[in-house]
């Protein structure tokens, strides 16, 4: 056992947000001497083995870090690292195009890098989501037993100064689960940008996607030529206007008349004349004619 590893045995175990969890009572070691787990008592809970990697020796007290932040940083740093090297790639190619063809191996390489990181990714968001649905049940009780010594100080069964140290306690713990929440929503975010950044580098952009396209339509068969100028209405007869001046005809448009079909067309009868003193006597069988028409 290395000697700068003893000195945690026998010292506090606490949180990142200084809440006392237990105190290390001994080590677990590989055959070659390394520590694998770390043994805290925690209480009523009972022994803890805790990996090695989560704890950090600060003085007295040994900080506990969580296995969700571990794992998270952990992804965080090798995407961070596996993108500056695509991009690095991406611009040696640009300036040498002799190095194309060997790039692609490595540009492959990376590629699969980014894929393994995926899979780790969902496992960790996973890991994420189900803290924070602890953190919010340990919020909730947190406040339920505020409200409940609030409620026994109102009803004289314990004194303002019990109520006090509760509530004090209470906020302390409601603090820690605020700044983790906090935390957690941040590595999210993180991972989140890290991943527009990983399509970015990945899939080709929409300027490249419009110039393919556009040399496309002007490589692709030009469409047969479409008769653009439609043919001129037939021109009839002028047709005599009845309008006083020219102007008034010439805003109307000008409507072709209809072919004339041959068929019979019927005459309509004449009107009768009125009866005057003069046809009355050409006439004599109609001069009666008006006299009739105002009787009926």
């Given at each position: 056992?290395?000697h700068?590893?003893i000195?945690?045995?026998?010292?506090?175990?606490?949180?990142?947000y200084?809440?006392?969890?237990?105190?290390?009572?001994?080590?677990?070691?590989?055959?070659?001497?390394?520590?694998?787990?770390?043994?805290?008592?925690?209480?009523?809970?009972?022994?803890?083995?805790i990996?090695?990697?989560?704890?950090?020796?600060q003085g007295?007290?040994v900080?506990?870090?969580?296995?969700?932040?571990?794992?998270?940083?952990?992804?965080?740093?090798?995407?961070?690292?596996?993108?500056?090297?695509?991009?690095?790639?991406?611009?040696?190619?640009?300036d040498?195009?002799?190095m194309?063809?060997?790039?692609?191996?490595?540009?492959?390489?990376?590629k699969?890098?980014?894929?393994?990181?995926?899979?780790?990714?969902?496992?960790?968001k996973?890991?994420?989501?189900?803290?924070?649905?602890?953190?919010?049940?340990?919020?909730?009780?947190?406040?339920?037993?505020?409200f409940?010594a609030k409620?026994?100080?109102?009803?004289d069964?314990?004194?303002?100064?019990?109520?006090?140290?509760?509530?004090?306690?209470?906020?302390?713990?409601i603090?820690?689960?605020?700044?983790?929440?906090?935390?957690?929503?941040?590595?999210?975010k993180?991972?989140?940008?890290?991943?527009?950044?990983?399509q970015?580098?990945?899939?080709?952009?929409?300027?490249?996607?419009?110039?393919?396209?556009?040399?496309?339509?002007d490589?692709?068969?030009?469409?047969?030529?479409?008769?653009?100028i439609?043919p001129?209405?037939?021109?009839n007869?002028?047709?005599?206007?009845?309008?006083?001046?020219?102007s008034?005809?010439?805003?109307?448009?000008?409507?072709?008349?209809?072919?004339?079909q041959?068929?019979?067309?019927?005459p309509?009868?004449?009107?009768?004349?009125?009866v005057?003193?003069e046809?009355?006597?050409?006439?004599p069988?109609d001069?009666?004619?008006?006299?009739?028409?105002?009787?009926?």
């Amino acid at each position: 056992m290395p000697h700068d590893d003893i000195d945690i045995i026998g010292k506090n175990v606490k949180d990142m947000y200084g809440t006392f969890m237990g105190k290390v009572i001994g080590t677990i070691t590989d055959i070659d001497g390394s520590i694998q787990t770390v043994g805290v008592d925690c209480g009523s809970q009972g022994l803890q083995q805790i990996q090695f990697d989560q704890l950090v020796s600060q003085g007295d007290v040994v900080i506990f870090i969580p296995k969700w932040r571990l794992d998270s940083q952990r992804l965080i740093r090798e995407k961070q690292l596996t993108l500056r090297r695509l991009k690095a790639l991406i611009d040696i190619v640009s300036d040498n195009d002799d190095m194309k063809e060997d790039a692609e191996i490595i540009h492959e390489k990376y590629k699969s890098k980014l894929v393994s990181l995926d899979e780790t990714e969902s496992q960790i968001k996973t890991k994420l989501e189900g803290r924070l649905s602890e953190l919010d049940e340990q919020l909730k009780s947190a406040k339920m037993l505020v409200f409940d010594a609030k409620l026994q100080h109102k009803s004289d069964e314990i004194s303002a100064a019990t109520f006090e140290t509760v509530k004090t306690c209470a906020n302390q713990l409601i603090e820690h689960i605020t700044h983790e929440t906090a935390e957690i929503s941040n590595v999210q975010k993180r991972i989140l940008d890290l991943n527009v950044e990983a399509q970015n580098a990945t899939v080709p952009s929409q300027q490249v996607l419009q110039d393919s396209a556009v040399s496309y339509l002007d490589n692709s068969e030009q469409p047969p030529n479409v008769q653009a100028i439609l043919p001129e209405a037939p021109i009839n007869e002028p047709i005599t206007s009845t309008f006083d001046s020219p102007s008034e005809a010439e805003a109307l448009p000008t409507v072709p008349e209809a072919p004339v079909q041959a068929e019979a067309v019927t005459p309509f009868p004449e009107p009768p004349q009125q009866v005057t003193a003069e046809n009355s006597k050409d006439k004599p069988d109609d001069n009666d004619w008006l006299a009739r028409m105002e009787a009926q």
